[in-house]
């Protein structure tokens, strides 16, 4: 997974995929321009490194260049998220520490988007995780391949 983008990295990442098709460094600027002072060779710049980086593709058209982006910003998210996940010692419990942070509305989300992924599963409902309960449960779950640990008996 390439690495997280920058904040300004982001912003500019975050104009190119609301506009959904090529841009010029020039309009990337002039949108910015409506909300921040910033030099187009600093735009450039910035759109050159997501270039290297994979963000982005260019065509050359005339002396300039048109930048699309490569994947989806949701693609971008979902690779935080595993990129994140995967770097846990623990990933089992860090998965029920981020349910529990979660509001109702995502839980929904999560709910809909397990249906999408196993849509003929017997439809197990998502826990409603309430945050006062995350640390007891994160710690009661074993990472893969280890047996949890036995409750009060």
Known sequence: MPRPLGELEDTVMTRVWNWN???????V???LQQER???YTTVMTVLDNL???GWVRREAEGRAYR????????AYSAALMNDAWAQSDNPAAALVAFFGMMSPRQREALRDAMRIVQ????SEPVPEAAPQAVP???AEVAPPGEAA???GR
């Open 136 to 138: 007891e449960a994160a």
């Open 37 to 39: 002072s910033i030099a």
């Open 21 to 27: 098709r090529p841009v010029t460094v020039r309009e």
């Open 149 to 151: 640990p036995e409750r």
């Open 119 to 122: 849509p003929d599963a017997t």
């Open 29 to 31: 600027l002039e949108d």
């Open 51 to 53: 270039h290297q980086k």
């Open 67 to 74: 930048y699309e982006a490569v994947s989806t910003r949701a």
